[in-house]
Each structure stands twice: as structure tokens, then as C-alpha cells.
């Protein structure tokens, strides 16, 4: 037995290799292969690297060539800068501020005037719409808006002549108009009047100035020219002017003869008041006339004739004598109308002639036909 493990122990050391050595013998060569694998895999790496380097070094190369023959579009500079920033983008960098102070800073600090105006054109309307609205069916534009007034400084509206069309009693929901002398009142109270079959319609929704005073009511006569009135046609015609600016409510004026589009007086108006002014002078003449010569009473019945006489209180002049009828003309004219005349004493006119008579003697007077030139009452035939 000792001789049997003295054999296994010298075969384990000196002869056949023992299962440690084996092992021993397989961990080496392990170990080498590792670092041949190793080295291997550093070489292949470092060639890779090389070669990618190079690689990129030539892609760069030839991005760097193309885009010297087709550079790339610059971005526009307005689309890079913050939107608000660009309105403001005209004021000096060195002051600039947001747009919300832009209007706030003082003009020292912008270089260019545009700036401060800061105009903008109006965006476009979209396709199939006019002024914002739909546009009407088959392209047709909409009807023209109706025509509107305008209101001076002082606060007067101004009626254009087809405005004030709009107001002739023919819509219960507006009011009514008329206009005398360019002067607009709202007659709506009185539509008994002057709506559309009151007995006055034909003055309402116009400036029918000249047919106050000459009774043509036609379309012809309804107008706004005064040229050839009488003194006393402007007399009557500023008595009813008077008269709708005590019983009715004034609306303004309409641009037309007598006020022009900003409200001022135009050449009608201009006219008129010159002819008012000697129509004044003339009627003030005329009233102290009337205090010498006092109208008569009168009466007429048609077909039948009249009646004209005089007393101490006739055509409202008070006095302490009672005179008898006289057709005073005036001069150059045919024109007359009736007056009553002194029987006794001077003159009214002119010199004494010492006759006692009175203004029996006045060439201006005429004795009516088929009346006693003393009496104080004469009849006339129709």
C-alpha cells in the first residue's frame, strides 16, 4: 500500500501531468488569448476612429463647398425679431421702448415722424363680403346706404336736401319737416297738417320757401330762391319764420340756397337778408305812414262786392277823428290800398295851402267811384 502511494504521489509529481497542472496549464493560456482579443479589438477601434474622422472631416468638406455655390436663404430679419418689437422698430435702438410706451414718448426720441402717425392700411375683406357684411347674391353690390346729416361745431344738424325727403309725413315712424329759409323745424305736433294727407303736406319733407308768400304750390313754386319777392313777400316770409320758431321745435338747417355743406350762410342767405333789411326799412316807414293815414275797416263778399269805411279806431290807430275813405297809390306803381284821410286842418304832408281841407288835397289819393267824397262809408262793386 505504502509502495502504491509512493507511485501515485512520483507519477503525480514527475510523470503524467495531475489534474492541477491541467488547469494551471489551461488558466495561462486563456490569459494570453484575453490579451490578443484585446489588442486586437484596440487596433480595429483605433483604425474605426481614423477612418470616422476622416469620414466627417470630408462630409464637412463637402457641405462647406456646397453651401459656397447654393448658401442657404437668410431668414428674413423681421421674422427673427418678436412681432411686437417690430412696430416699434423705427424708434432710435438706443431709446427704444415696447410698443405700449411707444406712444407715450416724446417725439425727441424718434427718428423718423412716420412713427408717431403710425399708419396701418386697413385688412382687406375676405372673399364674398363688402365692408364686412356678405356681399349680395350674384355679385351685386348692396343698395346705397341711406344719405345721413352731419352736425356742425356749434351742434346744428345739417339736413342734406335728400335727407330731409325722408321726413315728409309719408312714415308714421319718423317725424315730420319742413324748412323755411333754410331753417329745419320738426312740425310732427301739427300732422294733422302736414302728414301726408293734412291740407299742408306739400310743404313738409323740402324748403318750400318762396310759396309762403306767393300761394304756388305746385312743384315749381315749392322752392328756395327768394329773387324778386316783393318787401312785403320778405316781410311775410320772416313773419313765418318767427311764427315756427315760437309754436313748433327747430331742428337745424338743410344745405342748399341759404346754408352751404359747414353750415354758413350761402348766397341766398345773403340775399335774403339784404331784401329783409329794406323790406324793414320800408315797412317802418309804412307804419308811421299808417299813423298819418289809418287803414279802413273793410268787407268783402264774393259775388256781392264790399264794403269799406272809417271810424276813430280803424285799422288800430287811435284818434280823436273819424276821416273818410281815400285809394292812396303808391308812387310809380298802381298799387294802392285804402286809407282814411282828414277832412279839416293842414295838411299831414307838404305845406299849408290855407285851405282847411285836411289831405282831401294829396295827389297820391283817389276817391272811390260812385261814393259822396264826404262820406265815411262807400260801397264797392264786385
Not at 507511485?7 to 495561462?28: E, I, N, V
Not at 484575453?34 to 462630409?59: N, P, Q, R, S, Y
Not at 315730420?176 to 301739427?190: C, E, H, P, R, S
Amino acid at each position: 500500500m505504502a509502495q502504491a502511494r509512493q507511485r501515485k504521489g512520483a507519477s503525480g509529481r514527475g510523470g503524467l501531468p495531475t489534474r492541477d497542472g491541467d488547469s494551471k496549464s489551461r488558466k495561462a493560456g486563456s490569459s494570453n488569448t484575453g490579451l490578443i482579443l484585446a489588442a486586437l479589438c484596440l487596433a480595429v477601434l483605433a483604425t474605426g476612429a481614423i477612418m470616422f474622422k476622416e469620414d466627417i472631416m470630408k462630409a464637412i468638406d463637402e457641405q462647406v463647398g456646397r453651401g459656397q455655390k447654393n448658401p442657404e436663404p437668410e431668414v428674413p430679419e423681421m421674422a427673427k425679431e418678436d412681432p411686437v418689437e417690430q412696430q416699434a422698430s423705427d424708434v432710435n435702438s438706443e431709446s427704444a421702448q415696447p410698443v405700449s410706451q411707444v406712444t407715450e414718448t416724446s417725439t425727441e426720441n424718434v427718428q423718423d415722424s412716420d412713427v408717431v402717425r403710425e399708419e396701418r392700411s386697413a385688412p382687406e375683406d375676405p372673399p364674398g363680403t363688402e365692408n364686412g357684411e356678405p356681399a349680395a347674391a350674384g355679385g351685386e353690390s348692396k343698395p346705397a346706404a341711406a344719405p345721413t346729416s352731419t352736425v356742425t361745431e356749434t351742434g346744428e344738424r345739417l339736413f342734406t336736401v335728400e335727407e330731409l325727403k325722408q321726413y315728409d309725413g309719408s312714415d308714421a315712424s319718423k317725424p315730420i319737416y319742413l324748412a323755411i329759409v333754410g331753417q329745419v323745424f320738426d312740425v310732427t305736433k301739427g300732422k294733422d297738417h302736414y302728414s301726408k294727407d293734412g291740407g299742408y303736406s306739400f310743404f313738409s319733407g323740402k324748403d318750400g320757401t318762396r310759396a309762403f308768400v306767393s300761394g304756388d304750390f305746385t312743384e315749381a313754386g315749392l322752392i328756395d330762391n327768394v329773387t324778386g319777392l316783393s318787401n312785403a313777400n320778405i316781410i311775410g316770409l320772416e313773419d313765418w319764420l318767427h311764427f315756427y320758431h315760437k309754436d313748433y321745435t327747430y331742428a337745424g338747417k338743410v344745405v342748399g340756397n341759404f346754408y352751404d355743406a359747414q353750415g354758413q350762410p350761402a348766397g341766398g342767405l345773403v340775399e335774403y337778408k339784404r331784401m329783409l333789411k329794406e323790406a324793414q326799412g320800408e315797412h317802418l316807414a309804412e307804419e308811421e305812414l299808417k299813423k298819418i293815414f289809418p287803414p279802413c275797416n273793410s268787407h268783402w263778399a264774393q259775388g256781392k262786392g264790399g264794403t269799406v269805411w272809417c271810424s276813430k279806431e280803424s285799422g288800430g290807430i287811435r284818434r280823436d277823428w273819424i276821416g273818410v275813405p281815400r285809394r292812396m297809390f303808391k308812387a310809380g306803381t298802381t298799387d294802392y290800398r285804402c286809407v282814411c284821410v282828414r277832412t279839416t286842418g293842414k295838411p299831414s304832408i307838404g305845406g299849408d295851402d290855407g285851405r282847411n281841407i285836411g289831405d282831401l288835397a294829396n295827389p297820391n289819393m283817389r276817391a272811390y267811384d260812385y261814393c259822396h267824397p264826404e262820406s265815411a262809408t262807400c260801397a264797392i262793386k264786385p
